[in-house]
Nanobody, 125 residues
Framework: QVQLVESGGGLVQAGGSLRLACAAS????????MGWFRQIPGKEREFVAA????????YYGDSVKGRFTISRDNAKNTVYLQMNSLKPEDTATYYC??????????????????WGQGTQVTVSS
């Protein structure tokens, strides 16, 4: 089993920045990739970003490219999402997720086996 705990959400003005963290514990050696998704009530969960360990690659959703950066700290078993130039449309609950299966398609929720509880990000205009 793997446990994921997100932190770092909050309220920020448009144009500001936030850094989300996702701390993983348990059988983390089984991880192939970790990703971030976000969801607004009544809408489907949207892919934000993902990174893989081997190969060391990163992927981003079109709406956040150039503004968000995903990174990791292996010593802390933590993945970060640095969010810059935030917009009101970035307001959502952000979830981290862990995939144990190698392969493509990291933009799909079905690729991820474990999920965190989410952290709320609100961007005011």
């Amino acid at each position: 089993q793997v446990q994921l705990v997100e932190s770092g959400g909050g309220l920020v003005q448009a144009g500001g920045s936030l850094r989300l963290a996702c701390a993983a514990s348990g059988r983390t050696f089984s991880a192939y990739a970790m990703g971030w998704f976000r969801q607004i009530p009544g809408k489907e969960r949207e892919f934000v970003a993902a990174l893989t360990w081997n190969p060391d690659s990163t992927y981003y959703g079109d709406s956040v490219k150039g503004r968000f950066t995903i990174s990791r700290d292996n010593a802390k078993n933590t993945v970060y999402l640095q969010m810059n130039s935030l917009k009101p449309e970035d307001t959502a609950t952000y979830y981290c997720a862990l995939s144990t299966s190698p392969g493509s398609g990291l933009g799909y929720m079905s690729r991820y086996r474990y999920w965190g509880q989410g952290t709320q990000v609100t961007v005011s205009s």
